[in-house]
Each structure stands twice: as structure tokens, then as C-alpha cells.
């Protein structure tokens, strides 16, 4: 899957599923914990949303706030997961 889809499945899965409320863009470096687009249960759903579309398993030790800070964050996660 190429790079800009993944940031693009990144994003519409937050935009539809766990910020359907947020109305404003969401940027690739806007901090999606500190605006408040993704909680503890919104990393939870997304990371089984990913997992499942992406065909990747993510680990443990994946699941950090630094991973799930930004929309950049996460697609860099997938991109290692996917290679």
C-alpha cells in the first residue's frame, strides 16, 4: 500500500469512527491526544480497525503515546509494520 494511502486510511478511519464529532481538519502533525480526537478507547478501536484492514499485528510495545501522538506517528507504525 502506498504511503499516501495509508495516511489517507489513517485519518478517514479517525475522522469516521473516533472523531465523528471533531469538526475541524485534522492536520499530519496536529496532536490527536491533546486536541482530544483520540482517547485510551479510540486508540483501542483503531488499532483493531488497522489490524484488520492492514492485515498487521501490532505489539505491546507499539502501543505508546508517541506512536498514536499524530496522524504522521501512526502511519509510520503501519509503514514499519507492513515492510
Known amino acids: 500500500m502506498a504511503a499516501m494511502s495509508i495516511n489517507e486510511t489513517i485519518q478517514k478511519t479517525i475522522k469516521g469512527h473516533f472523531a465523528a464529532f471533531y469538526k475541524k481538519p485534522i492536520a499530519p502533525d496536529d496532536n490527536l491526544l491533546a486536541k482530544g480526537v483520540l482517547d485510551s478507547m479510540g486508540i483501542v478501536g483503531l488499532i483493531t480497525h488497522l489490524e484488520e484492514k492492514l492485515q498487521i499485528a501490532l505489539e505491546p510495545e507499539?502501543?505508546?503515546e508517541e506512536n498514536f501522538a499524530t496522524l504522521e506517528t501512526i502511519a509510520a507504525l503501519v509503514r514499519?509494520?507492513?515492510k
Open 62 to 64: 507499539d502501543i505508546t
Open 80 to 82: 514499519q509494520k507492513i
